[in-house]
């Protein structure tokens, strides 16, 4: 992305009458903010934590004979651990001395370009945890549609799971072949269009064409993963929300039932009352009646339009005079009051449209690094960084400063969890 310079900063300065500059950027960050740091997990080195899990009770039973009869060997509970290592993202910022200087008091900006810059890129650290929650901890954050004709630019994204959505205006991305194992090349977005209902693009700034060019199929990821599959990025719902036994999850083979999470595959049906009550169920026959009360329904907002047409057919309009629209009428419910068995539902843009994640948002954790999210500085304590021009070695009137955040998420149980996937879009979403 090019650096805030002072032109394109022009419409803070003196002529500027808004006091409030309205956001054209959404800023979500539903699920991230819901997880706090609970304490629950050890350092035990620079780069990794242990999180210590109970997978079992004392459990052996056995008949005897009290009349001189021989005792069993006894059991014991038992204890397993995650191993959770912090990842780091940044935030890059660059501005010219320009944009910087015309914002200092007494000059002829009402809000520095710079300061607002710097503002805004704390909040986008939020905003992206956010959405790298939704995702599989591999850095992937979209999928080219099959309809895509190579080389074309906008380059159309598959409507689900996120569609556009997880993509900004300005990021410089990595387009790969879906297996990780072929870059196609880097870009920059320029703009996206993420309206549900409308064919989701980004438009870039140039089609990467490396290794036979962008493909239908292919994925958009997060730039500087590393190609293979196997570079780990900030772990998400698909990762602890997953029925697969196969793999590992923290360091703990899946081939242990108690790291596999609880699910139903709805098959593209729409979502039913049956079908979130066995979700539901799954939990309780697992660990008990008592394992429920804490967990939330994480959804995006069609699938709550889903929800909610469920209820239209039950509806009913009640007259105090008998004439219909006494008190007025509103064909669709307040889904800021729509609850599951009681259970509240949390309709979060970012999330993937075709699923219901049953969570209990107190078995997430947080693991990071010393302070956690911190501007990157030299050991002179420097956060701003001069550039240099690289054929004259002289100092250009640009500078960079960089938001660190070090972060990596887990679950200590995962089967408090349970989903209810694939399911089927309502019509026009």
Same mark, same amino acid.
């Given at each position: 992305m090019p650096p805030l310079t002072?032109?394109?900063?022009?419409?803070?300065?003196?002529?500027?009458?808004?006091?409030?500059?309205p956001f054209l950027v959404e800023i979500t960050n539903k699920l991230d903010s819901?997880?706090?740091d609970n304490g629950r997990s050890t350092q035990v080195s620079l780069k990794s934590f242990r999180v210590r899990i109970q997978t079992a009770d004392v459990g052996?039973?056995?008949?005897?004979?009290?009349?001189?009869?021989?005792m069993p060997l006894g059991g014991s509970s038992e204890w397993d651990q995650f191993l959770v290592t912090p990842i780091a993202f940044v935030v890059p910022i660059q501005y010219t001395r320009l944009a910087d200087e015309v914002g200092e008091p007494k000059t002829v900006s009402t809000t520095n370009p710079v300061s607002k810059t710097i503002a805004d890129a704390v909040r986008v650290v939020q905003v992206r945890r956010d959405m790298f929650l939704q995702t599989n901890g591999d850095g992937k954050i979209a999928t080219i549609d099959p309809t895509y004709v190579a080389g074309n630019n906008p380059i159309i994204l598959a409507s =689900?799971?996120?569609? !556009?959505?997880?993509?900004?205006?300005?990021?410089?991305?990595? +387009?790969?072949?879906?297996?990780?194992?072929?870059?196609?090349g880097t870009c920059t977005i320029q703009d996206k269009v993420s309206t549900v209902g409308l064919t989701q693009t980004i438009r870039v700034d140039q089609v990467p064409n490396?290794?036979?060019?962008?493909?239908?199929?292919?994925?958009i990821v997060v730039n500087g993963i590393a190609p293979g599959g196997a570079d780990p990025f900030v772990n998400g719902i698909p990762v602890f929300h997953n029925t697969n036994p196969n793999g590992n999850l923290l360091g703990v083979s899946?081939?242990?039932?108690?790291?596999v999470a609880n699910g139903v595959n709805a098959n593209n049906a729409q979502v039913t009352l049956p079908l979130l009550r066995l979700a539901m169920n799954q939990v309780e026959v697992e660990l008990g009646e008592d394992a429920?009360?804490?967990?939330?329904?994480?959804?995006?907002? =069609?699938?709550?339009? !889903?929800?909610?047409?469920?209820?239209?057919?039950?509806?009913? +309009?009640f007259s105090e005079s008998g004439k219909f629209n006494d008190k007025g009428f509103d064909g669709l419910f307040n889904k800021k009051k729509l609850t599951i068995d009681g259970y509240e539902?949390?309709?979060?843009?970012?999330?993937?449209?075709?699923?219901?994640?049953?969570?209990?948002?107190?078995?997430?954790g947080k693991v990071r690094w010393g302070g956690g999210t911190r501007w990157f500085k030299n050991r002179a304590g420097t956060t701003v960084f001069q550039q240099y021009d690289f054929t004259t070695g002289t100092i250009k009137a640009i500078e960079n400063s960089y938001l660190v955040d070090y972060i990596q998420y887990y679950v200590d149980n995962p089967k408090l969890l349970s989903s209810l996937t694939s399911c089927r879009l309502p019509a026009l979403n």
């Open positions: 002072a032109q394109s900063a022009i419409q803070l300065q003196l002529e500027d009458v808004n006091e409030v500059i819901r997880i706090k052996d039973v056995a008949k005897f004979q009290p009349d001189g009869g021989t =689900s799971p996120w569609g !556009a959505r997880l993509c900004r205006r300005g990021q410089q991305v990595q +387009v790969m072949k879906s297996d990780f194992t072929v870059v196609r490396q290794n036979g060019g962008a493909q239908p199929g292919d994925i899946r081939q242990n039932n108690y790291v429920l009360g804490t967990q939330i329904y994480h959804t995006h907002p =069609s699938q709550l339009a !889903a929800y909610e047409e469920l209820g239209f057919k039950l509806e009913t +309009v539902i949390v309709s979060n843009l970012h999330a993937d449209n075709t699923r219901w994640d049953f969570t209990n948002v107190k078995s997430w």
